[in-house]
């Protein structure tokens, strides 16, 4: 289960605001009954305490005392679990009552108090364990002017035993809710976001091959509908320029390589089946290798212009890039050979690309050609291929004369050349490291050069590598799988 | 042998066909799609030449006609369209070959030939050319009965030249065949593996066979200059 999901996060949070909701909810709840359930009991427990003074301490010093503690154990404090002593000025007890029958509390175990204030005030006892006692004492003073202290108390058991059960409620409780909330969470998240997987999934059929087709808009008329419908936008914007530029490329090859073919046709019959003098041959012949150059820059145009559209929808697949790079270096040995060049491979033979094995021989071929090019008899080219971390590296390096510190910005400038008169002759249109930077943006792959005049260069490629065992059913989900790792 | 050519653009079907008659072909020339269509219907051709844009009716269309009504009749596209889309769905409508202009003339005789089965390419195990002797089974060279030694790429540029004895082979076709499309634009790799040849095949012999027509290409052949 992917735990980054916006379904799962977003039920994660709900699910969290509604615990704290439910925990403060639920706190309030308790210390508000327990406060309650208190305070009745202390506010029952004092008029209890005051009734006793007013009804029958009133009357101590005309009735007598045996005659008050008479009519307090008709109350019968043990049965209603009461806790009542009546204590003298002098700290004696007047009056105390029996142990209660629910055992809760053992009166005698409870301190006497020798002195007191005018004031009625609250106490409590723990000294027959919890749960504690809570007492009202109210003191009382006869007609006559002798003093008393009335204590009434009773067991908080009660109290206890009602808060317990609530806390027992919240706590098997809330868990519960949070629970159901968060699978409700889910449930309603991925009800909502359905229509974005539907979007989704159709989008993911749409390539450069049925631009045609438009994600179906669901009227749900808030941000999935807009979603879906500057999605479509986009697409026709795209589908407009993809068309404009495929139109453009098919008519510049048009018209450019007609009279081109005609030109070279001509010529070529002129060359090989008209007997003409050697002079007029040698003038037909250099013709014919304007044209061959006129249309090698045709090419190399269109090429540039359709990577850079993203139409190189050539054969993408898992390419071994050191047996690419070595088997096409091998091919272009003598060219090295030829001006004395060592040409050193430094190649690791583990390095996996997605990518079109053509474009990258390509790749290849216009950099070791431009190393080779501009080293000098008895230079060195070294091809370098390597994994560094997640990216696979191409590099060329070579000796040679360089480039100037000016000119390395504009290098993959179409038609760039960093030294005019001494390029020309060496063939090329200055379209090669151009055609390498589109191949390599087409490819995901990063291009840097690093030159300095006079000591050499190194052209460096960088691409996304694959470990290779994840298996490409086919070009479409290669296709995809390279703008992932792009 | 009777060929029909589907060209709008007249100097092109023109030096096509003076090329072709030349090499003993029968050149019919239609100058849209329909007119190409009812000749194509009409008359029984060994092969069929086809350019794509056409006025009228496209000549992705006038396949699909020729196609349709069951004829077998080799077609070659010749076509200023070079993605590989356009390959790939006009060789799925029925064409035998596909050919990008500009081409060299020299390139559409060898798929002409092909196409028309009469072997441009010769499949014998030997190839001679003068005391120039190349065997493909064992894969050696010998001029004057002396063994050559090569290295594979001059192997096979040697032996493409050879199958195709007698014929300018241009420097992009010799690329395509013996390296392959990505080598195609780099600077001199074909020069200076002819150069390399001719020194192995050629150096110490009195009649060169190697030859350079300048602008065209290269071709082995006996014989004083082209």
Not at chain 1, 177 to 203: F, Q, S
Not at chain 1, 401 to 410: E, K, N, R, V
Not at chain 2, 11 to 40: C, M, N, P, Q, T
Request: aromatic share 6%; proline share 3%.
């Amino acid at each position: 289960m992917n735990f980054h999901s916006l379904r799962l996060r977003m039920a994660a949070w709900y699910a969290g605001v509604l615990a704290i909701c439910l925990i403060a909810f639920g706190g309030s709840v308790y210390l508000g009954l327990a406060r309650y359930l208190d305070s009745t009991l202390r506010s029952s427990l004092r008029s209890e305490a005051q009734s006793i003074g007013e009804k029958l301490l009133v009357d101590v010093n005309r009735k007598g005392e045996k005659f008050v503690t008479g009519e307090i154990n008709e109350m019968a404090p043990e049965t209603s679990g009461r806790f009542i002593r009546v204590t003298r000025q002098d700290g004696t007890k007047l009056y105390e009552s029996p142990a209660p029958v629910n055992q809760m509390f053992i009166p005698a175990k409870i301190p006497i108090l020798r002195s007191w204030g005018p004031r009625p005030f609250s106490l409590e006892d723990a000294s027959s364990g919890p749960p504690v006692v809570l007492i009202e004492a109210v003191p009382f003073v006869a007609p006559e002017g002798n003093s008393f202290l009335i204590q009434v108390g009773a067991s908080s058991r009660d109290i206890r035993s009602v808060l317990h059960g609530l806390l027992l409620t919240l706590a098997l409780g809330m868990p519960l809710i949070i629970a159901g909330a968060a699978v409700g969470g889910i449930l309603v998240m991925r009800r909502a976001l359905h229509p974005l997987d539907e979007i989704t999934r159709t989008a993911e059929t749409i390539t450069s091959r049925n631009f045609g087709e438009r994600l179906p808009v669901i009227r749900t008329g808030d941000e999935i509908e807009r979603l879906t419908t500057s999605l479509n936008r986009m697409m026709v914007r795209l589908e407009d320029s993809f068309q404009h530029i495929s139109r453009f490329s098919a008519d510049v090859s048009h018209e450019l390589r007609t009279p081109l073919t005609i030109l070279r046709g001509e010529l070529e019959s002129l060359a090989q089946f008209e007997h003409l003098s050697p002079a007029t041959l040698e003038v037909v012949g250099s013709a014919l290798e304007e044209i061959a150059r006129l249309t090698q820059i045709v090419n190399q145009l269109l090429e540039i212009s359709r990577l850079e559209a993203g139409q190189a929808t050539k054969e993408i697949g898992f390419v071994n890039l050191g047996e690419l790079a070595i088997s096409t270096a091998e091919q272009m040995r003598l060219l090295a050979d030829e001006k004395s060049i060592r040409l050193e491979y430094l190649v690791s033979s583990e390095v996996t690309v997605v990518g079109s094995a053509s474009l990258l021989r390509q790749v290849v071929v216009n950099l070791l050609d431009n190393a080779i090019k501009y080293t000098s008899k008895e230079g060195s080219v070294e091809l370098l291929v390597e994994t560094r971390g997640p990216k696979a590296v191409l590099e060329v390096r070579d000796n040679g004369i360089g480039i100037p510190s000016d000119s390395l910005p504009h290098i993959c400038e179409r038609f760039y050349r960093a030294d005019k008169a001494r390029t020309r002759h060496s063939g090329g249109a200055g379209l090669g490291l151009s055609i390498v930077k589109s191949i390599c943006a087409a490819q995901g792959g990063e291009l840097s050069i690093f030159s300095s005049e006079g000591e050499g260069t190194r052209v460096r490629i960088e691409m996304p590598r694959t470990n290779g065992k994840t298996q490409i059913a086919n070009e479409e989900t290669a296709h995809a799988y390279l703008h992932l790792e792009r | 042998m009777r060929i029909l050519l589907i060209e709008d653009e007249v100097k092109l079907s023109g030096f096509i066909k003076r090329g072709l008659v030349a090499e003993r072909y029968a050149v019919d020339v239609a100058k849209d799609g329909r007119s190409g269509l009812e000749l194509a219907q009409t008359y029984q051709y060994d092969l069929i030449l086809l350019d794509l844009m056409l006025p009228g009716m496209d000549g992705s269309d006038v396949l699909r006609r020729i196609r349709k009504e069951n004829s077998s009749v080799p077609v070659l596209i010749l076509s200023a369209r070079d993605t590989v889309q356009d390959k790939v769905t006009n060789m799925e409508t029925g064409a035998d070959d596909y050919l990008t202009k500009p081409f060299a003339f020299a390139e559409l005789l060898v798929r002409i030939k092909a196409l028309m089965r009469r072997g441009p390419v010769n499949r014998a195990s030997t190839i001679r050319i003068s005391d120039l002797e190349l065997d493909r089974l064992s894969q050696q060279v010998k001029r004057g009965g002396q063994r050559i030694e090569l290295t594979a790429k001059e192997y096979a540029l040697l032996e493409y030249l050879m199958s195709n004895a007698g014929r300018v082979l241009s420097r992009n076709m010799i690329i395509e065949h013996v390296w392959d499309q990505s080598f195609d634009g780099i600077t001199n790799i074909v020069d200076v593996y002819i150069r390399h040849l001719r020194n192995k095949v050629d150096t110490g012999h009195d009649s060169k066979l190697l030859k350079t027509v300048r602008g065209v290409g290269y071709t082995i052949r006996e014989g004083a200059e082209a």
